[in-house]
Each structure stands twice: as structure tokens, then as C-alpha cells.
């Protein structure tokens, strides 16, 4: 039996045990998913060693304590220094981040879509709009608070705060922060969501498991609107890939974890 866990701080919402096992179940493969409510970052790799583990999640906030963790990256984790799935082989530990392709295939719905307003510059924001830069569309950043934007500013990315922000048209605009997740409110000022909404293509939020004011809002558009599931559900078919040593294809996957989202 090999056994994986989820590694986060908190722990206990996560639909990850639910669509790994249900997986494991529906392709007979022996593994067991468990969640592991992690408070030091710092004790990542003795604790994933300590409890015998083949692989691993790690969510919020301990996606940087992971990448430090590994021994081996692949190119695209090294790049944006943020890991969320973890495999040991041979007693090493090869990390990958499954978010960022997971949120390109989600959007990929889309079409004709060349320029996307990210609101919120955290960790989700640094690794998708990475990928989405790579696949060429012109991400531009809007943040409430200033010091996070720094570093996209000095990548070359378009930055703005609520304070400098001036209006022009995104064929996306996506809800990137966490605001919403556990209150109702708006990931930015309701001026700057009334002035992009109307001439968005689509509006997309991360955030999975409710409706947000923010989609709420962009429904009043009659916007075509997107929560996270997807992005969930990509970044764990794709993390599974890598457990399994790619044993299994995406849509096999896809039939069994999809149903986590049903029960
Ligand atoms: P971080 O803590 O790294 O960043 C949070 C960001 O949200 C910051 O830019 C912060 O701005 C902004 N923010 C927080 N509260 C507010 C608010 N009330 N108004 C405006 N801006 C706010 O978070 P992550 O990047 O890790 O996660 C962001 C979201 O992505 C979360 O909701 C998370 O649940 C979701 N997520 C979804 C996934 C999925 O599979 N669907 C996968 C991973 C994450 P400031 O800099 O000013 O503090």
C-alpha cells in the first residue's frame, strides 16, 4: 500500500483525501490519501519521511516550504519556487507544481482570449500567471496593498494597485486573492469590478465550493462565469499522473475524481 497526505495548515475542507481515494478505488491501485494538519513548514520533509509517505499535497501556506523541501525540481516549480506536489523515489523527493497547469487547462474553455486581469498577487497569482505568460497572454496584475506587486513589476509583468489603477479592456478578469473565501466580500474596489466586467469575454474565480460576490456580480453582467473547481480538479488529476508514475491517462483519471464533486 502506498500512502500519500495532504499538508496544509488548515487542513480539515479539503476535497483532496476524497478525490485521490475514490481514484485509487475506481483503478485498483493500492494507495490510501490521508490529510496531515502541518503547523511548522520547516518539518516538511522529516514528517513526510517520518510517516513512510510516496507522495504528497501541500497547500496553503506551505507551498514555499515545500519547494526547499525537494531534492530534485522540474523546470517549471524551480521557476516559480512554489511546489504543492511532492513524489519520493529512491529515497529522494521530486517536487512539481500541478496548480499553474491545472488553472491553464480550466481556462482553456475560453476562447479568444488574449488578455487577462489577475486581481491578487499571492502565491497562486505568482505560479499562473507565469504559465500564462509562457502560453502567451498578456496577464496584467492588480493588487489592494503594494509590496507583492514588486516582484511581477520586476518580471516584466503590468502592475497596478487599487489606488493607480486605469481602466482598460480584459478579455478575462479572475479573482485571485482570497477574498471571498470565508466573508462575502470583493477582491477589489465595486468601481474597478463595474468598470471591467462589462467588456470582459468571461469572469473566473478560484475560489470552488460557493458562489462569490464577486461571480454574483458578474452574473448581474450576464458574464459567463467559472469558480476553482476545475483548477481543483486539473492540479489533482495532473498531481495523481505523478504519483502513479503516469501509469494512468488524464480522462481514466478524470472519471473516477470528478465524482468527488458530486458527493
Ligand atoms: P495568498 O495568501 O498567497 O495571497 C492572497 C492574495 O489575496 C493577496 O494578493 C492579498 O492581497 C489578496 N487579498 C486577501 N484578502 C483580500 C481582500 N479582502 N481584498 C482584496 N485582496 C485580498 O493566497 P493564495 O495565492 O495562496 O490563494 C489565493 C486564492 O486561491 C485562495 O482563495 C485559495 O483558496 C485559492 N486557490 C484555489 C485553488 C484551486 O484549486 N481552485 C488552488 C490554490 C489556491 P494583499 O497583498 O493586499 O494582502
Redesign the pocket.
Known sequence: MNLFALFGNPVSHSKSPLMHNLTFQGLNYPGCYTRYLLEEGEKLRETFFALGLKGANI???HKEHAYRACDHLDVFAEKVGAVNTIVEKEGKLYGYNT?AP?FLKAISEFDNVKTVLF???????RSTSAILREEGYEVTIL???K??LESFKEEGFRTATFESFEYKPFDLVIN????G?E?D????PREILDAVIPSAKACVD???GKETLFLKLAKTYKKSTKD??D??LY?GIIAFEHFTDHQYGFDEIKGFMERAFIL
Open positions: 497547500t496553503v501556506p496548480d491545472g486581481m491578487g498577487a499571492g502565491g497562486t497569482a493588487n489592494r496593498s509590496d507583492r485571485m486573492t482570497s477574498a473565501l466573508d466580500s470583493l477582491p477589489a478560484v475560489i470552488y476553482g473547481s483548477m481543483l492540479q
